[in-house]
């Protein structure tokens, strides 16, 4: 049948299965936002009250749901307002798609109102870019879009088309195409790196096992627990990992790096293997790169081979999806033993527990009564700093698709728009963002959003007053000069919530917790809970910049 390019658009979103659109219009887009109009029963629209908000919902929603997420925003700054969403998309491996309208292709190249080469701002951010200038390129340009979000190590795609391309009067056959689920490519996998990979482990005493986000992403939580028993290791994690192995295991040491236990990171500097599954040794995790895990033998499993030896040298890798190497290498593992090791590695959870301040309201008991409540069953989403490193803390992650955070990128504004994204695809999961004073004003009118259809989200904003963790580095690392790190103004979230169409609470007191958290949670409304604590609350433990993780350091530490 002959059709126009917007009906295009939205025939191939249909194709696709796309169920949810978040985005915000404008001149260029105007003709797909008319066919979107039509077909309004068929896909939903959310209207963000910023393009920012779209990329980011987008993006929680795909997390959740492990499905690609859509967003759209119209030429010039509607597009380039979708920027630090990619960006925080493609650091973070995320299948999205982000759908932008240019001018007309007579208006290209002549600095026409709105205009701007969103396909090249984006190049080093996109997984792929298109620019769509012909009509009859459209329906399968947009299919190798979504093909390749999904296809391998998932990331963003942008598709640019101009004006033009999308007129009611400028028409092509289109043809429904049944779309083929994206099949795992194992080609890559290597029968002699499998059997390498087995006289590692089997020649092993101390393995240790550290999980990043590419575990999430193939699905390999069953797998993963099987390979864990088999090997009889213990395990840690990073940011993007959480759930991927459950949190409440005993086996399970918490995050490693910058933050990450003492249990995790002494753990990983005694280990004589590191069975590296589905990370990218950020330098947030390896601390001194050249001195991490210097008593270990390397073996890294990764679809991606461009991260193999990328920051640390291997001495074996898998390249390939997570979940088929781990079947592959369950099946020809036995049985291992390594009780001695485990207990060694119990002591020193036993002796260097997590801990805080019991005496005053702090992030980490809001966080930690948030579990007792939820059952540990919410979806989490947070911003960026202290906020988010307690959450990873002291929230405890049974299963995977269950902590949403900007872990690559470090983007402030994104837990919000991530949240509603959540929310709208997990419609039955509780849902909690929990930010820092500084990250919520980035991106706070997105609460206008979650009030405008209803979408009940918690935002738990833990107000100390300061930008938190550059406030921690300027006291520990800066002499405590403390350079344009104070927000102690007049801002006052709960009116701002409520003038937003949300119900608010302020909390100042650990007595008043409890109860607000779980009449939050059961209003079934966009609720703000305004939690008011200390300046000076600190996250520990903690690794100095350019320091080894081995020299980790606790507040009683530096006390003495």
Partial sequence: ???????IVVECLKEQGVDTVFGYPGG??????DELYKHSDEIRHILTSHEQGAAHAADGYARVTGKVGVCMATSGPGATNLVTGIATAYMDSVPMVAITANVAVNLLGRDSFQEVDIAGVTMPITKHNFIVKDVTKLADTLRRAFKIAQTGRPGPVLVDITKDVTAPTNTTKYERVEIAPIVRDTRSIREEDLKKAYKMI???????VFVGGGAVISDAYDELKEFVDKVDAPVADTLMG??????????????????GSKASNLGITECDLLITIGARFSDRVTGNAKKFARKAKILQIDIDPAEINKNVLTHESIVGDVKEVLE??????????????????????NKFPLNYRKDILTGPYIIEKLYEITDGKAVISTEVGQHQMWASQYYKYTSPRTFITSGGLGTMGYGLGASIGAKVGKPDATVVNIAGDGCFRMNMNEIATATRYNIPIV?????????GMVRQWQTLFYDKRYSHTDLNDKVDFVKLAEAMGAKAYRITKIE??????KEAISLNQPVVIDCVIDCDEKVWPMV??????????SEEDLES
Avoid: C
């Fill in 1 to 7: 049948m002959e059709l126009s390019g917007s009906r």
């Fill in 28 to 33: 260029a887009i105007l003709n797909i936002y």
């Fill in 202 to 208: 089997k020649k092993s005493k101390k393995p240790f």
């Fill in 242 to 259: 959480k759930g991927a192995f459950d949190g409440t295991d005993p086996r399970y040491t918490s995050m490693v790096g910058m933050h």
């Fill in 328 to 349: 592959r290498l369950n099946a020809m593992l036995d049985q291992q033993d390594h009780t001695e090791w485990l207990d060694y590695i119990a002591e020193l959870k």
């Fill in 459 to 467: 935002q738990l904003v833990i107000n100390n007053k300061v930008l």
């Fill in 512 to 517: 008043e917790v409890e109860g607000v958290l």
């Fill in 544 to 553: 100095a910049p350019g320091a080894a993780i081995q020299d980790v350091f």
